[in-house]
């Protein structure tokens, strides 16, 4: 084996510094370890120069004493001279290179990397099978599945060294414990029931980064429920909620369930800089009134926007939240992805899956289902507004068709918008789609343009090529009007036939979401438009 040939990863030298726990390891021969360890865990310090490791192992249960060593920096390429003495006293050292390094986890909290050593390299720059050393170390006691995964097999590719060889270590002892970092320490590295690692952050009691909101109630604020996760409105058919605040304290609140609007008063105080505790009240689906708590700590905001959170049960085995409730709320018509996106990382830091997010409609205002006339709903429906190409970038997965009548049935379709940077109403499409057909035939990606046009009707432009002639290239451009826009659902109208008295008698609507999976805000779109039949594409 070559040691010149494996290549070094250029790991930056903070990257090492931490404590690192062993999770396989194969010996040279002749090694600083004693033979029948159990755990090995790493600590290394930067001092600017070089690396000083501390060790700390153990055989049979028993931690052993500390081993100290030092692992002078050579190059960029050649990696560390690692110098240690062995429990005897005797002096020991290996050449090691970092040769794979990988983050991991949703937060890229997680690091792992392979280290790749030779005790006593030759001339030519071999190393002989018994002076050779691999290890696979990480900063987390229970990496995930992939990353180790990763690391077996950049070893077996690049190193040659069968990943069976390797001895595992157990990540769950106190030996060490002192030195590492409050995540890494044993207590936290707890394992559930169904043998799931259950992240120190997940816990209740170590929850952080809860943000001021004393000065948010300074300005005269009209609230919106742009989404929520709670218990007590599940099977609510609940579709808007906002709030007008005549006081820090006080506001008139507005519901809406299935065209019907009802009223409610509600009341706030502030329990410290980052805690709100708010009551209101709401009519239930058999007509009785049922208090809503929306109290809860807030855990971002941006001077417009703020999410609030309160764990309502608290999981008795690992310590984390089994039943939560989230409210987002907002002083805008709509809410960007740039900022539904910073919301789901936030989300992630407290271990909350930001897909279970219900989404209410943000624009709806009260008004009495006897003021609209059959005639006024069944017209052309007017474009939406305020539409703007900030709203409408990003993914959308068609979720249903309604169609008088058949065309090429598409089995399911996503697209991807990007605005133009020289043209603001301008957007570069991008799709994928799938014919309903018995081989379910895929096309994509295909590319075209989507230009926003002042009556809130949408210009597209597709191009598209047929599999069997695939030098030939047709275009095809059509206008949909928006008739509804929110953070996560569109519906697009477009009329194909027009009788003499211009009445549209052959139309087409498409409800667009955000998501993949199709939830109960589905329905919620629908609502907006009539009762035909949909077919669900999924």
């Not at 190059?75 to 005897?88: A, H, I």
């Not at 299935?258 to 009551?279: E, H, N, P, W, Y």
Request: hydrophobic share 35%.
């Amino acid at each position: 084996m070559l040691l010149v040939h494996i290549l070094a990863f250029n790991a930056r030298q903070r990257d090492l510094n931490g404590s690192w726990f062993m999770i396989a390891r194969k010996s040279p021969v002749v090694d600083y370890l004693p033979q029948g360890i159990s755990s090995s865990l790493i600590r290394l310090i930067d001092d600017g120069r070089d690396l000083i490791m501390e060790e700390y192992h153990s055989i049979n249960g028993t931690c052993m004493p500390r081993m100290h060593g030092r692992w002078k920096r050579l190059n960029d390429t050649d990696g560390y001279l690692m110098e240690v003495r062995n429990p005897t006293g005797s002096a020991f050292q290996i050449f090691l290179r970092v040769i794979f390094h990988t983050l991991s986890g949703e937060q890229n909290e997680e690091m792992n990397m392979v280290m790749f050593g030779c005790r006593a390299p030759n001339k030519d720059g071999s190393c002989a099978p018994a002076d050779v050393s691999a290890s696979i170390l990480s900063n987390s006691r229970h990496p995930q599945t992939l990353a180790l995964f990763q690391s077996a097999k950049h070893i077996e590719d690049y190193a040659c060294i069968d990943a069976l060889e390797m001895k595992t270590f157990n990540t769950y002892t106190s030996c060490g414990d002192e030195v590492v970092d409050e995540d890494q320490k044993l207590r936290h590295a707890l394992i559930d029931e169904d043998s799931t690692f259950v992240d120190v952050e997940c816990r209740v009691e170590n929850w952080k980064g809860f943000v001021d909101i004393t000065k948010f109630y300074d300005e005269h604020r009209i609230l919106t429920v742009v989404a929520y996760i709670d218990p007590l409105l599940d099977r609510q058919q609940i579709a808007h909620i906002s709030c007008h605040y005549s006081s820090k304290y006080k506001a008139e609140c507005e519901w809406i369930r299935q065209r019907q609007c009802f009223k409610t008063s509600l009341s706030q105080s502030f329990d410290g800089a980052s805690r709100i505790t708010v009551s209101t009240e709401f009519t239930s689906m058999n007509g009785s009134q049922i208090t809503a708590d929306f109290s809860g700590s807030i855990i971002w905001q941006n001077g417009d926007e703020f999410v609030s959170l309160e764990c309502l049960h608290i999981e008795e085995d690992d310590g984390s939240c089994e039943s939560y409730r989230i409210y987002v709320w907002s002083d805008e018509d709509h809410m960007d992805q740039p900022t539904l996106r910073e919301i789901y990382s936030v989300l992630h830091t407290f271990c909350i899956d930001p897909t279970e997010l219900i989404f209410l409609n943000t624009f709806h205002e009260c008004r009495n289902e006897s003021d609209e006339s059959t005639a006024v709903q069944c017209s052309e429906p007017p474009g939406w507004t305020p539409v703007g190409t900030n709203i409408l970038q990003g993914t959308w997965y068609f979720a249903a068709d309604i169609n008088g009548e058949p065309k090429i049935f598409m089995q399911s379709v996503v697209i991807q918008l990007s605005v133009d940077e020289q043209d603001s109403s301008l957007m570069h499409l991008t799709f994928y789609a799938k014919k309903e057909l018995h081989n379910r035939e895929c096309m994509g990606p295909g590319e075209g343009t989507v230009r926003l046009l002042n009556d809130s009707t949408l210009e597209v432009t597709v191009e598209y090529r047929y599999k069997l002639v695939p030098t030939y290239k047709n275009t095809i451009t059509w206008k949909s009007r928006i008739i509804y826009l929110d953070n996560q659902r569109l519906v697009l109208y477009r009329c194909l036939k027009t009788a003499e008295n211009g009445t549209c008698v052959h139309k087409d609507l498409d409800i667009l979401v955000r998501s993949s999976p199709i939830s109960a805000t589905l329905k919620q779109s629908s609502s907006v438009v009539t009762k035909p039949q949909a077919t669900q594409a999924t």
